[in-house]
């Protein structure tokens, strides 16, 4: 099944520096998004990314897609302690009318 | 608020009781869902209203039912739950079926059977 899978599973910086998130799947996708979870609330949408787009900026973050790798990344610039949460990502294979989630990557930003 | 809520925020039920959780959306979407999370496992999906039709079923257990009656509203009525259910249930909603502008989460239901 269209799974997303992130790496690493957790990371803990300090505040100011970049987290980089990874994120691998195994088939071929019609966009590829990333959420954010605090702790015991809802996920929330961070970006999405199309299959024909490489690079996406919004805000503090930016997003690649390598579909010949079938993977993405994400990375957040100039972290802060309010970035500490859990990151997913999913996919949304062609054909699908659903998105499939990645086990999550646990941040932590330290003030 | 992120424009889906979710009713009850926690719920503590025994193995023979039955219960509701209520999805809200006042988003114009058109797509609902009902998502599990337990605890070190990725988000499983149980659920896919579409237009208030039910597309897909991800092989869940009968003990969970699912009611979309409009498309603002849905429902999953749970009965005779085990201690393994427990885990945060999310709703989402989407503009179109195929997600192509991303879910709108709920805060999620901590559902806790005893």
């Known amino acids: 099944s269209q799974q997303g899978e992130e790496d690493p599973q957790a990371l803990s910086i300090q505040e100011g520096e970049n987290a980089t998130m990874n994120c691998s799947y195994k088939t071929s996708i019609n966009n590829l998004q990333w959420y954010r979870q605090n702790s015991g609330r809802g996920l929330v949408h961070l970006i999405l990314i199309r299959s024909n787009e490489r690079e996406k900026h919004s805000g503090r973050l930016r997003v690649t897609l390598d579909t010949s790798k079938k993977s993405s990344s994400l990375l957040i610039t100039a972290s802060r302690a309010a970035d500490t949460a859990s990151y997913f990502c999913?996919?949304?294979?062609?054909?699908?009318?659903?998105?499939?989630f990645g086990k999550g990557n646990q941040v932590v930003v330290i003030p | 608020e992120t424009g889906v809520t979710q009713t009850p925020r926690h719920l503590v039920m025994g193995m023979t009781n039955k219960k509701s959780l209520k999805c809200e959306q006042h988003?114009?979407?058109?797509?609902m869902y009902w998502y599990k999370q337990s605890a070190k496992k990725p988000l499983e999906l149980m659920f896919v209203?579409?237009?208030?039709?039910?597309?897909e079923n991800n092989s869940v257990p009968s003990r969970f039912s699912p009611e979309c009656p409009n498309s603002s509203h849905l429902f999953l009525h749970l009965h005779t739950l085990q201690p393994e259910d427990s885990a945060l249930y999310l709703c989402?909603?989407?503009?179109?079926?195929?997600?192509?502008?991303?879910?709108?989460f709920g805060s999620g239901t901590r559902l806790t059977v005893v």
């Open positions: 999913a996919t949304d294979a062609w054909g699908n009318n659903r998105l499939a």
């Open positions: 209203y579409s237009l208030e039709e039910r597309v």
């Open positions: 988003l114009g979407h058109n797509a």
């Open positions: 989402a909603s989407s503009q179109d079926p195929k997600g192509n502008y991303g879910y709108t």
